[in-house]
């Protein structure tokens, strides 16, 4: 594969090929930080039969990556607090861009593109102020940060673009931070999170859990092809966590999905599957990947896994990782375990 890089990185200086694409890079199905055993950290390509076909070295430990649509870059966001965005161009393995945080602010992890490729969205807490915050970044101008907007909550962690436009839906988690505080949560008496959605850079709809939840942060998503949206939630409250699965479709209150067995109050990635018809989450505190019918609403199954965390559809079924190195099919093929310690997310090119 390095070979291969170099050829058409050369093919690409002389402007014999047209513009590369994914297929150019090895085809990666999935985008996936880790951390190696001597310290350091990468991001890695992986393909539909679970090989990884690239490493590419992070500066500190990442947390999600963005995709571009049609081009072979990836955005490795930094874990927060961190302040770093990587551009990086998966062929050659170089870094062509550093997305920096404004002053004042912090990524939160997570980012995606528009429907065209043209714009890549980042969230971010402002917190000086204690609010959320989407930084817009021009591609075509080698990643410029040209707007941002409200996200309309505190605590912006995830961010997804609906089917078939660029409406964005963000979950809000309500929790405020400030870096001079590291990874402490400010405000849990008076958390209120949300799911919002917006086009056109305005808020168009706000979604809040009834008001005995509201210590439950909203931080994961997954949209279904139908515009269905599958969030994951972390409990902040004492005692027993409630629901930590809902679904949500525009204009209609949020579904809660009880389950059978303890997730210790935390999801930590959410997946659809392609049809709709099943979500699967993780808790690698658990140590649990539960599985819900998304058309029923109603509990599944379980399937325990050490330190799981990551999940992403696969054509007919799921994959996930574990810091233990594990990269598995839920149907049961299962990678040896490498010396990756895989990291909180698995995205799906």
């Keep these: 594969m390095t070979n291969r890089r170099h050829f058409i990185a050369g093919m690409l200086a002389t402007g014999l090929v047209p513009a590369p694409t994914w297929a150019d890079a090895g085809g990666p199905a999935y985008l996936a930080a880790a ?3 001597d310290g ?8 539909a039969g679970l090989e990884v076909l690239f490493q590419l070295p992070l500066p500190g430990r990442g947390h999600a990556a963005a995709a571009h649509p049609s081009k072979p870059q990836a955005v490795a966001f ?8 990587l551009v990086i161009d998966c062929i050659t393995g170089r870094v062509t861009a550093t997305l920096h945080a404004p002053q004042g602010r912090h990524f939160y992890g997570h980012g995606v593109f528009s429907a065209d490729g043209s714009l890549l969205y980042t969230t971010e807490n402002d917190y000086a102020n204690g609010i959320g915050r989407i930084g817009v970044w021009d591609v075509a101008l080698d990643y410029v940060r040209v707007d941002e907007f409200a ?3 505190v605590g912006p962690h995830d961010i997804k673009r609906l089917p078939g436009g660029d409406t964005l839906v963000v979950a809000n988690g309500g929790i405020d931070t400030h870096p001079d505080s590291g990874r402490a949560k400010l405000n849990i008496p ?19 859990l009834p008001p005995e939840m509201h210590r439950n942060s909203i931080r994961h998503l997954a949209v279904g092809s139908d515009g269905q949206v599958a969030f994951g939630m972390q409990w902040q409250g004492d005692g027993d966590a409630p629901a930590l699965v809902a679904l949500h479709r525009q204009g209609s209150a949020p579904l809660l999905l009880e389950a059978a067995e303890d997730m210790h109050g935390y999801i930590g990635s959410i997946a659809l599957s392609d049809d709709g018809a099943e979500i699967a989450v ?13 058309t029923r609403a109603t509990y599944g199954r379980s399937i325990a896994l050490t330190d799981v965390c990551g999940v992403a559809a696969a054509s007919d079924d799921f994959i996930v990782t574990s810091g233990t190195g594990i990269l598995q099919r839920l149907s049961g093929r299962r990678t040896p375990e490498r010396p990756l310690m ?6 799906r090119l």
């Design 342 to 347: 895989w990291d909180n997310h698995l995205v």
């Design 35 to 37: 951390g190696l055993s």
């Design 190 to 208: 008076t958390m209120r999170p949300n799911l919002t959605y917006i086009n056109g850079r305005r808020i168009s709809e706000q979604v809040e």
């Design 151 to 153: 996200s309309g909550g």
């Design 40 to 47: 350091s950290f990468v991001l890695c390509g992986i393909d």
């Design 282 to 294: 993780t808790s690698p505190r658990a140590g649990l990947v539960q599985m819900f019918d998304a």
């Design 78 to 85: 930094a874990r927060r607090p961190g302040n770093f965005a």
